[in-house]
């Protein structure tokens, strides 16, 4: 089966990204939607091991080439991050059980795949453009709270500030935000104005893969001064 993509332009033509709807956050930005979808193809091998994760690594593996299934515009934060934020046209609606249940599968495998990657990496992190020189921590931090202390409010979750900061702090809230999801699913709470659960699935599995590549790229394990 080939692999349905996505590409979202931003507004204004600066930016665009390619991202897949079954393999929640592999995706990738660029300047144009041609290099957009080349470089998702190109992170094929580096989303592997979220497959594996995920206990669907042969599925993965037989998955044909990118298919553009949608051509889309979406928002000024796509110009301006080179990132999705917006569902596309398949991301609306309540989810199925089976549908809400595959893909909290796949977000636990992005997790895991980034608490990997922070317990191997060096504390110190090469410098670039990408994340201002931030070091692993500083990382880490961001990741965590951007989705326990932003990400998760969509859906009613409110934690302590740095409440996801510890081991046990942070499983507790990852429990809690699937939850706090399923609980929305069903059609508890406030809805969410300009995002869907779909999205904000996939959202939060690709700000965690971002950033755990991010942190594989600036890794300095085995380099003088590491």
Known sequence: ???????????????????????LGWSRGAKTPEVALATLESYRDRYRPIADLAGMLPEFDAAGSLEIVEDRVGTGSTDFWGISFAASSTEHGPMTEAEFDLAITKLRACWAFFDGVAARVSPEMRKGPRGGGRDRDRIISHTLRQESESFATRVGLKIPEEGAMTPDGLREYREAYIEAMRAYN????????SWTLPFLIRHSAFHTLDHAWEMEDKDLSGEDGA
């Open 186 to 193: 069903a059609g508890e709470g406030r809805r969410m104005r």
């Open 1 to 23: 089966m080939p692999v349905r993509t996505v590409i979202e332009r931003g507004p204004k033509g600066k930016r665009a990204v390619a991202f897949s709807l079954e393999w």
